[in-house]
């Protein structure tokens, strides 16, 4: 059957992010969340009500430059533990990060091919995890419109023919 997961970060701001959990699994649903890091990871597991359908996979770093590859990866090793823990099998991967002004938090190759070529073989490189973990990437999609300006891979097209050249279903 098919359940719907809620953002901890977006709902019941008024309690603190640890008790939102709970309160979302009393109402039926899957709890997400992206910033798990300085997070008290025990109290938000010791309702077994609560089930973590999605976390963040990754901390820092750029899968669009080559210099920021070795920060990813490790940051996405840190992530896999946290989602052993949380018995949870979907990472969320984003080609970006904004800073709250809306511009790229980190380098993005100048040149299409090096972008291009760089983000294949980090996502090569996840798909082979995913499968040494048996779990999932899901990577989102912004588009350049408005607050999303400069944002790599920008067209769902582009996402998807890119997952279809890596092959694999996680």
Same mark, same amino acid.
């Given at each position: 059957?098919?359940?719907?997961?809620?953002?901890?970060?977006?709902?019941?701001?008024?309690?603190?992010?640890?008790?939102?959990?709970?309160?979302?699994?009393?109402? @039926? #649903?899957?709890?997400?969340?992206?910033?798990?890091?300085?997070?008290?990871?025990?109290?938000?597991?010791?309702?077994?009500? &609560?089930?973590?359908?999605?976390?963040? @996979?990754?901390? @820092?770093?750029?899968?669009? !430059?080559?210099?920021?590859?070795?920060? #990813?990866?490790?940051? &996405?090793?840190e992530? *896999?533990?946290?989602?052993? /823990? *949380?018995?949870?099998?979907? =990472? #969320?991967? $984003?080609?970006?990060? *904004?800073?709250?002004?809306?511009?790229?938090?980190?380098? &993005?190759?100048?040149?299409?091919?090096?972008?291009?070529?760089? =983000?294949? /073989?980090?996502l090569?490189?996840?798909?082979?995890? $995913?499968?040494?973990?048996? &779990?999932?990437?899901?990577?989102?999609? =912004?588009?350049?419109?408005?607050?999303? $300006?400069? #944002?790599?891979?920008? !067209?769902?097209?582009?996402?998807?023919?890119? *997952?279809?050249?890596? @092959?694999?279903?996680?």
């Amino acid at each position: 059957m098919f359940k719907l997961s809620i953002c901890t970060e977006l709902v019941y701001q008024d309690i603190p992010i640890e008790q939102r959990f709970a309160r979302i699994a009393q109402k @039926g #649903f899957l709890c997400e969340f992206w910033r798990w890091q300085g997070r008290d990871l025990d109290a938000i597991t010791a309702d077994p009500a &609560v089930q973590i359908n999605g976390i963040l @996979g990754y901390l @820092g770093g750029s899968m669009v !430059h080559p210099s920021g590859v070795d920060q #990813f990866l490790s940051g &996405v090793e840190e992530a *896999l533990s946290i989602a052993k /823990k *949380l018995n949870c099998k979907n =990472l #969320f991967l $984003a080609t970006g990060e *904004l800073t709250y002004e809306g511009k790229m938090a980190h380098d &993005v190759a100048e040149h299409p091919a090096t972008m291009w070529i760089t =983000l294949y /073989k980090v996502l090569c490189k996840l798909a082979e995890l $995913a499968e040494k973990h048996d &779990v999932y990437y899901h990577m989102e999609h =912004l588009n350049r419109k408005i607050e999303h $300006a400069g #944002f790599p891979l920008p !067209h769902v097209e582009d996402g998807a023919r890119l *997952l279809t050249e890596v @092959g694999s279903d996680r």
